[in-house]
Structure formats: structure tokens, C-alpha cells
């Protein structure tokens, strides 16, 4: 399994904006398809994006795609989630996810390796 570290998580002014970075590790990162989750508090984990491993094929959550910007740059083990126009309702602690092969992944269960998460926090 691949080791996760998500960053960049923090507090913001509403319409502001943060870039979350996942480092991996190991030597085949390009092979696994990355994935961006977040858990709002007394929520479910919700879907936010995904990106293949070599970058694509991108796939957004429903409610994120105009101002979530999911990327990676295989050569740093790295994938980002620029996010842009910040609301309240979008704290939550974000976690970033590994799918090895084939695939990039719609559900959590399709994530075998997963980061401790990050804090977001928007304030009105």
C-alpha cells in the first residue's frame, strides 16, 4: 500500500481560496489513481473528485466541479484539489485516497489507501 500526507488545509474567508496537496510514497505512484473525499461534521463522506494515474481522466463530485480543480504531478508522488470560492458548508476534514490499477474510482470503497485528513474551515 502506498503511505498518504494530505497539507494545505486551514482557515479561510468565505470566497477565498486553499490548495490541498497529498504526497505519496513509493516509487509507482503514477500507477494509482487519486482520489479527494471530505467528511463535513455529523456527515457522511462525500465524493469530491478523482484523477487517473497518469492524469486523463478526471471525474468530478456533482455539487464541486466549478470550483474544484483536481491534479497531479507524477514526478513529485503529488496530487493537488485547488479550490476556489470558498463556502461554509464546505469545511469538512479532507482526505485524499490511492486506487492501484485499473479504473479511477467513484465510491470510497474503491480506495484501498487513505490519508489522515485535513481541516478545512470557512468562515462567513
Known amino acids: 500500500q502506498v503511505q498518504l500526507v494530505e497539507s494545505g488545509g486551514g482557515l479561510v474567508q468565505a470566497g477565498g481560496s486553499l490548495r490541498l496537496s497529498c504526497e505519496a510514497s513509493?516509487?509507482?505512484?503514477?500507477?494509482?489513481?487519486m482520489g479527494w473525499f471530505r467528511q463535513a461534521p455529523g456527515k457522511d463522506l462525500d465524493y469530491v473528485a478523482a484523477?487517473?494515474?497518469?492524469?486523463?481522466?478526471?471525474v468530478y463530485g456533482d455539487s464541486e466541479k466549478d470550483r474544484f480543480t483536481v491534479t497531479r504531478d507524477n514526478a513529485k508522488n503529488t496530487v493537488y484539489l485547488q479550490m476556489i470560492s470558498l463556502k461554509p458548508e464546505d469545511k469538512a476534514v479532507y482526505y485524499c485516497?490511492?486506487?492501484?490499477?485499473?479504473?479511477?474510482?467513484?465510491?470510497?470503497?474503491?480506495?484501498?489507501?487513505w490519508g489522515q485528513g485535513t481541516q478545512v474551515t470557512v468562515s462567513s
Open positions: 485516497a490511492a486506487r492501484p490499477g485499473v479504473g479511477i474510482g467513484e465510491r470510497d470503497a474503491d480506495f484501498g489507501s
Open positions: 513509493g516509487r509507482t505512484f503514477a500507477t494509482y489513481s
Open positions: 484523477i487517473s494515474g497518469v492524469g486523463g481522466v478526471i
